[in-house]
Structures are given as structure tokens and as C-alpha cells.
């Protein structure tokens, strides 16, 4: 992907996210939330949650390891023991547009973790994916006015899941992120600098977690720097599919829930290359070191290095071939500080 | 070296605050192994001396009652390595505050000599593991012979034999009958049955803490094959922590059991290596905190058993409930005391 200019990002790319999280124009009907041990989801679920408070979103929480709802959700389905198919009919159950309360609102479905829903129904072959996850954004009875409604996904990518039984099916994952409109992978900040630092070094970025393959070690996450809040926040990395098939790639950091107050409504998100400890700032004292320190002011003025530019040296004039012994003269235009002296400025 | 207090002053804390439904997974690996944590763990929620421990009040005065459902230790080795650390876990029994659910003896109904597996140091998975799945389904095994026979004639040992409920201390014997879900659902009416009538005697305010040993040991022993797999372990541990208010879990987490079914390294995984992976990182993303125990990366110590760290899991609300992220040496005395001490402190 070709470059693109940092502030020609910083205004769509933060429209875009900003558009995304909040659910506006259902953006995006599917979005899949890639998380791991290092970096779990839930933040980022409650600033879905917080942004769909603040817009009187109605919000569904399918609770395949939650247990309680948590602050903000207004509908809670658990799905211990239910087949697919209760659980479609439990979500759509749970919210009712009725006429009388006007336009019918948006909705926002969450589904805590599809592991268990891919690893367990892996085997049973009448359970189709597309289907599932088709069936929560529009909904079967086609009398029920339509409602926008955006289904975000979370799946934990080191849970390791079945393999497939058919070979020469894709593996669920692979059709999960091809359904899938917006990709988010979840990255802890810390982690991104540290593997940052190790590269502008050359060296090969350190692995946390589970990645280090160190007995017993399930969590590498330890907050050494936990109170100063410098590095704590949460690096999205966002794939988003737009309907005219281009794809847009960028990084961005969410900080913090205790950063900005509940009800903030401007956008918090910003890109992670605008971040100051990722991208820090060029020294410009560096130029002034190598300066020689002097009385005299060595350095040049705009409109000193204009004219200078201005000047046309010896050796173009001789270009011209006017013949042996023309060419190579000095010319200059007078500025008006300059004092024509008659005997010596002659020409 | 003198002895130590039963609660280590730096693991206080994190031992007697389990937030309400929350869970708490503890990860050990061969080398070590979680018992004394768990042991801890028990006398932090039911001994009534802790304030004069470590000087300071932590108790609220609100005991909590605990049920221990264990499937590699058996009843014999709770009731002796708790009593060294001054808890008397058949009186506490006796009082409805405490429930052992015995995992062990009879899971596959098959009688067999239940201080067995105490008697050995370090009772993790592994030796279990390889031998169980040959037992197969409950029923009469070939090869199963032998090995009734020096168990029966150990039954002039403590332990008493005969119908399980005559057992002192043990509130139930958990069976395996039948198989996947509803075998499943038999346990799981069992052991709440149990909470029930923990939570039914004396004050009924107080907060039941379910800590379960090993859950693991049964996905091993069962495996798909008998319809047990990662979910549906996980959806039994889910049903058990709606009834009672907190949950602790150990887990085994050694190396070839979580990273031979990685991602990165999937080829030639074992379907117990893939299901017991896949149960244990679902847990921890479920956890409230996970306490690892490990050895020294850098080998054997003489004064260190081994590294504890604790983390945020990823089911922690990241609002209010603030956690502090630690990583800390053990050291276990031969008198069954344990020592915990930062890096670089002694």
C-alpha cells in the first residue's frame, strides 16, 4: 500500500474509526475483534458500550464466558446449554422495536468470545457460521421493521481451536475474517514500543506471553510501569473492507477508560503514528550544535538566500556559445542597497 | 530458619480478596506444584486467626465458607497438610464450613486406594495422564484385576472403605457415569448440592468460595472420545460458578500442554495437548487474575522452590476492581512453611 500522507490519514482515518466505533451509518455490520491473553478485548467492548450509551444505542451482550452483564448492557443472553438456533430466537427476542416509540433504534450485538461456539459445533454439520452470525443482522421475520442493528465479534486468536473436519473446508477462523467487514487486532501498547525499540535497533522484537514458550508462563503482561500511565492503552490495528472493496489499513490508539470522563463525546481515538512515544518527535536541536559559535551571524536570511538563488553563475552565461572569449560574465542586478560606484562598477 | 507464618504478608492480599463471581486460575507446572497455594488459599478464607498472623486486620470479619472439589489429591492429604498449618479441616467440616467433593477415589467407580496420590511430592498431571485414558469407560476393564486386588488389601489402612457417604469429611464421591454432557451434568448436580448445604447451615450471608483442583485431570481422562471436550469443561465450570460467589481453579501448564497446540506449532498436536490448550487459555480469559507458578528459568536453587507471578486475566472489569500485577520467588522450608519474597530480597 502506497504511503499516504500523515494528516490526509489523520482526517479520514479518524473519521473512519471514530464512524466505526461509534456505529453510525452502520459502517460496518460485522466486526471481528482479534484479541489475545496479552491484550483482552474488554476495553475496548465497554468503549463500545460507553459510545453506544451515549448515542441510545440498544445493546445485546450474547455471553458465551461472561457471567454477569456488565454496566451499560441492556440485554443479556447467556447461551450455556442452548443450541444456535435458541440463541438466535433469545436475540431477537430481546429487543422489540415497537412503532409507538418511533424510528426504530440501532442495535449493538456482542458476542464475548465465538471460540467456544466454533470449537464445540465444529463437528455438528448443520450448524453453518454464515448463517449464524447473517441471522442477528437481519433478522428472519421480515415483519419486524428493519433495525440497523451491528454485530461485533471477539475472537480469542491463541485459543486453539479444532481442526476441521472436512479438509478441504476452510478453517472457521478463515471464514469468520472473510465474513468479517472490519478486522481489529488488539495489541497492547507497552508491547508495540518494546517491539518498536527492538527493531529501530535491529534486533529481533521480543515476544511476550504465550509466544515465549516458557513453562508455566500462560500471562508474560506485568505492568512494570503501571501508576505512571506512560504506556498504558491499547494499539487497534484496523482492517476495514468499505463496500467498494478498497481496503483500509491503520493503527490507532485507544487510552485508557479512566483517561477521559464517560460522557465525553469528542473522539479519543487517535492514530497511533501521532503518538509521541511511537513516533517521537525529530530533535531540531541537533542542527544548532553543529553552528559554529561565533559573533557573526553566519546564517542567512529568506530573502538573503532568495537572491542568492537569484544569481546567474559565470558558467551559465558561457554555456550560451557565443563564441571564443564571450560568455562567463558576471551579471548582476543591482538591489537597491546596492551603491553604484561609477569607477569601480563599471561594466 | 524459623518458621513462617501459615499466610505470607505479601500474598495476603491477593489470597483473601475473591471478588464476587469472579475467577481466580492458578497454573503450576511439574516442578511447581500449586498445593501449598491452595492451601494457603484455605486458610486465608476459613481460619479465624489471621489478624494475629501478619498484625494486620485483613479479615472483615465475614469467614467464608469453601468447598474443594479435588481430582488428583485425595482427602487423606488436604486433612494432614492443612492440619500443619494449624486448620482443622474435619472440624470445619463437621461445622458445615467446609466441604471436600472427593474426585479422586471413585471417579470412574472403581474403588481404589485414596492416599495413593498424596504420598507423592509432586502430584501433577503427568504420571495420571498417561495412565488413566487406558482405563477406559466405567465398567469392568480387562487388566483391572491386579490392581483391585493390594487395594483391597489395604483397606486396614486409614482410610475406610465401604459406602462413600460413611466417610468422615467427604461431603460427596463424584462418579463418571455415562458420557459428554450429561455425565458432566451429573457431577455438576452433585457438587452443588454440596454448596447448597454449605450455604444452607449457620449464616447464610456468607459467601461460598468453590475452589476446584485440577479440573483438568477429567478433560485428560475423558477427551472427546467420550464427548468432553474444552466447551463443554468450560460450560461445567460456568454452571458451577452461578452457585456459589467465587472460584478458584488449578490448572496444570506445562510447556507441552499449552504451546505443542499453539497457534505457531499446531502440527501433530494431540487432542488432549489441542483440548487441554484450548481449556486453559479460554479459562485464563476468563480470569480475574492468574497466578503461574514456575521453576527458575536460570535452574535449580538452593533457596528458591520457584517463581509465582501474578497477572490481570482477561476477564478482569477493568472499572473499579484494580489488580497489582506481581511477580514473586516461593521458597517451601521442609517443614512445610513457605517463604514468599520479592526479587533480590531474601
Known amino acids: 500500500m502506497a504511503p499516504v500522507n500523515l494528516s490526509h490519514r489523520r482526517t479520514h482515518n479518524l473519521l473512519l474509526i471514530s464512524k466505526l466505533l461509534s456505529l453510525r451509518d452502520t459502517a460496518s455490520p460485522l466486526t471481528l475483534l482479534l484479541d489475545s491473553l496479552e491484550q483482552p478485548a474488554s476495553p475496548l467492548i465497554q468503549e463500545y458500550i460507553r459510545r453506544a450509551k451515549l448515542s441510545k444505542v440498544h445493546v445485546t451482550l450474547i455471553a458465551f464466558e461472561t457471567l454477569k452483564c456488565p454496566e451499560g448492557c441492556d440485554a443479556f443472553v447467556s447461551t450455556r446449554r442452548k443450541s444456535p438456533a435458541d440463541i438466535i430466537k433469545e436475540v431477537s427476542a430481546a429487543y422489540q422495536p415497537s412503532p409507538s416509540t418511533g424510528p426504530s433504534k440501532r442495535r449493538l450485538i456482542i458476542i464475548d468470545a465465538i471460540n467456544p461456539l466454533l470449537s464445540s459445533r465444529g463437528s455438528d454439520l448443520s450448524f453453518h457460521l454464515p448463517s449464524f452470525l447473517g441471522a442477528f443482522i437481519t433478522p428472519t421475520n421480515p415483519a419486524a421493521s428493519k433495525s440497523d442493528a451491528s454485530l461485533v465479534v471477539t475472537y480469542h486468536q491463541d485459543v486453539p481451536g479444532i481442526p476441521p473436519q472436512n479438509p478441504y473446508l476452510p478453517s472457521t477462523f478463515s471464514i469468520l475474517t472473510y465474513l468479517a467487514t472490519s478486522i481489529i487486532t488488539l495489541h497492547s501498547f507497552s508491547h508495540i514500543l518494546a517491539q518498536k525499540a527492538a527493531r529501530d535497533r535491529s534486533l529481533v522484537p521480543p515476544v511476550f506471553g504465550l509466544e515465549e514458550e516458557q513453562d508455566g508462563v500462560l500471562l508474560g503482561r506485568l505492568d512494570k510501569l503501571g501508576g505512571t500511565g506512560a504506556t498504558e492503552g491499547i494499539v487497534l490495528e484496523l482492517e476495514h473492507r468499505r463496500k467498494s472493496g478498497r481496503g483500509v489499513l491503520e493503527w490507532y490508539l485507544l487510552p485508557p477508560a479512566s483517561r477521559y470522563p464517560a460522557t465525553q463525546v469528542k473522539e479519543i481515538v487517535t492514530l497511533l503514528d501521532d503518538n509521541i512515544l511511537y513516533n517521537p518527535p525529530m530533535e531540531s536541536y541537533g542542527d544548532d550544535e553543529e553552528e559554529p559559535q561565533s559573533t557573526f551571524e553566519l546564517g542567512l536570511t529568506d530573502r538573503q538566500r532568495r537572491d542568492r538563488e537569484g544569481v546567474v553563475l559565470p558558467y551559465f552565461d558561457a554555456q550560451h556559445g557565443d563564441g571564443p572569449g564571450e560568455g562567463g560574465r558576471i551579471l548582476y542586478d543591482m538591489g537597491e542597497e546596492d551603491d553604484f560606484d561609477e569607477e569601480e562598477d563599471e561594466i | ?346
Open chain 2, 1 to 346: 530458619m524459623p518458621s513462617q507464618p501459615p499466610l505470607p504478608p505479601l500474598l495476603a492480599p491477593y489470597l483473601s480478596s475473591q471478588p464476587e463471581s469472579s475467577l481466580t486460575l492458578i497454573s503450576s507446572i511439574l516442578g511447581a506444584t500449586s498445593n501449598w497455594l491452595v492451601l494457603r488459599l484455605l486458610y486465608s478464607a476459613l481460619s479465624t486467626s489471621t489478624n494475629q498472623t501478619f498484625g494486620l486486620d485483613e479479615h472483615d470479619g465475614s469467614k467464608k465458607k469453601v468447598v474443594l472439589v479435588s481430582f488428583l489429591r485425595g482427602w487423606e492429604f488436604w486433612k494432614v497438610e492443612a492440619k500443619r498449618l494449624g486448620l482443622d479441616l474435619a472440624r470445619l467440616a463437621d461445622k458445615k464450613q467446609f466441604a471436600f467433593v472427593d474426585g479422586l477415589s471413585e471417579l470412574f467407580s472403581a474403588p481404589q486406594s485414596a492416599n495413593a496420590a498424596p504420598t507423592t511430592s509432586s502430584p501433577t498431571g503427568i504420571p495420571p495422564r498417561t495412565s488413566l485414558p487406558l482405563r477406559g469407560p466405567p465398567g469392568p476393564v480387562p487388566g483391572r484385576g491386579p490392581a483391585i486386588a493390594p487395594a483391597i488389601s489395604a483397606s486396614t489402612s486409614s482410610v475406610a472403605r465401604g459406602p462413600a457417604t460413611s466417610e468422615p469429611g467427604i461431603a460427596k464421591k463424584l462418579h463418571f457415569s455415562g458420557r459428554g454432557t450429561a455425565a458432566l451434568d451429573i457431577m455438576e448436580k452433585d457438587i452443588i448440592a454440596v454448596i447448597e448445604q454449605v450455604k444452607a447451615s449457620g449464616d447464610s450471608s456468607e459467601e461460598v468460595l468453590l475452589i476446584i483442583d485440577q479440573p483438568d485431570f477429567l478433560l485428560a481422562a475423558t477427551g472427546t472420545s467420550m464427548g468432553i471436550g474444552a466447551t463443554e469443561m468450560s460450560e461445567w465450570v460456568t454452571g458451577l460458578q452461578l452457585n456459589v460467589g467465587a472460584t478458584v481453579l488449578t490448572l496444570a501448564a506445562d510447556s507441552p500442554l499449552i504451546h505443542n497446540a499453539s497457534v505457531s506449532g499446531n502440527q501433530g498436536a494431540t487432542p488432549v495437548e489441542g483440548e487441554h490448550a484450548s481449556f486453559a487459555i479460554g479459562l485464563a480469559h476468563r480470569a480475574r487474575s492468574v497466578m503461574q507458578l514456575r521453576t527458575l528459568e536460570t535452574g535449580a536453587a538452593r533457596d528458591v522452590s520457584g517463581v509465582l507471578r501474578i497477572s490481570r486475566g482477561g476477564g478482569i472489569s477493568s472499572g473499579a476492581d484494580t489488580l497489582d500485577e506481581k511477580e514473586l520467588l516461593y521458597y517451601i522450608q521442609r517443614d512445610g512453611g513457605v517463604k514468599v519474597f520479592g526479587r533480590g530480597e531474601s
